[in-house]
């Protein structure tokens, strides 16, 4: 059990079987009445947020969420293989469970695995990843003057706004929060 006036950004609670995680909190006191805690909370399973409002002291439960490093190896038809950097146990992960991780994920990618009651709620991408440019058009001699962009596609199927020297085959760093652009490799 956690109190509310121990919450933190951060912290996992258990509220009616859903884990949530705190985004943002604020104790407050009024002049007059009780104080309280008002919580931003994002559930790990769905990853909607919804505001909720504790009174001071009220007890929670506190969730125990293990955040495993796996190390990403193959995928068969919808299932994507991951391996524990620890034991080397091999667990298999839908697309579902990945969500808007999957734009990003490639061969020996390490991700971490959020897990709680040994059943999986959710991953966490790192912040960026290396991709290679698949599709592109060349760039023209004196485009680079207007300081632009142009679409690209990377090999995971994701499109990308590049500047315009970036050629078919360059490897670069994309943002796996926003989805853009960081810089080449």
């Known amino acids: 059990m956690i109190s509310t006036n121990d919450l933190r950004t951060g912290v996992t609670i258990e509220i009616d079987g859903v884990v949530w995680s705190v985004v943002e909190f604020q104790h407050v006191k009024p002049g ?26 009220e007890r929670l439960n506190r969730a125990r969420v293990e955040n495993k490093e796996m190390q990403y190896l193959y995928s068969t038809g919808d ?10 146990e091999q667990m298999d992960l839908t697309a579902e469970q990945l969500g ?36 592109c058009e ?15 596609t990377v090999e995971t199927g994701l499109n990308v706004r590049v500047p315009f020297f970036i ?19």
């Open 167 to 185: 050629n078919q085959g360059d490897k670069i760093r994309v943002d796996t929060r926003t989805g853009e652009y960081l810089g080449r490799v």
């Open 100 to 135: 808007e991780g999957l734009k990003y994920l490639v061969e020996n990618l390490n991700i971490n695995v959020q897990t709680y009651e040994g059943t999986v709620i959710g991953v966490e991408m790192p912040n960026s990843v290396e991709l290679t440019v698949t599709i």
């Open 79 to 88: 299932f994507y293989t991951f391996m524990d950097n620890q034991t080397y």
């Open 32 to 57: 007059k009445g009780a104080a309280f805690v008002r919580t931003k909370l994002r559930n790990l399973s769905t990853g909607a947020v919804q505001e909720r409002t504790f009174s001071a002291g």
């Open 138 to 152: 060349p760039g023209i001699r004196g485009d680079t003057a207007s300081g632009g962009n142009k679409p690209a």
